[in-house]
């Protein structure tokens, strides 16, 4: 399994900015797919998942602002981030949990990408 994020960039607060991830390789029909950011000096945290029957999460921090989205045929990944904030500023991670039935914690996430930086600035 391959995972590899591109999109990320800088933005002004209150602007938008969509992050994309192609994953490869998967061979099971169960997973879940998630976006995680982890700035400097502070733990990776989970910010938006999707399972394999379309279900959704977000973290308090940005719901209602960011959105997860798949699609299905290419096993494509995207986050559309939105409102964005100066605290949304990280590295943000594509990862996916391989045969796992719902969105678990981020120890069950066995794939990552390199991550992309994304910077908002005031």
């Known amino acids: 399994v391959q995972v590899a994020e591109s999109g990320g960039g800088s933005v002004q607060a209150g602007g938008s900015l969509r992050l994309s991830c192609l994953v490869s390789g998967v061979s099971s029909s169960r997973y879940c797919m998630a976006w995680f950011r982890q700035a400097p000096g502070k733990e990776r945290e989970g910010v938006a998942f999707?399972?394999?029957?379309?279900?959704?999460r977000y973290s308090d921090s940005v719901k209602g602002r960011f959105a997860i989205s798949e699609e299905h045929a290419t096993k494509s990944l995207y986050l559309e981030m939105n409102t964005m904030k100066t605290e949304d500023t990280a590295t943000y991670y594509c990862?996916?949990?391989?045969?796992?039935?719902?969105?678990?914690?981020?120890?069950?996430?066995?794939?990552w990408g390199q991550g992309t930086q994304v910077t908002v600035s005031s």
């Open positions: 999707i399972n394999w029957d379309g279900n959704t």
């Open positions: 990862a996916a949990d391989v045969g796992a039935w719902s969105c678990r914690g981020k120890e069950a996430f066995d794939y």
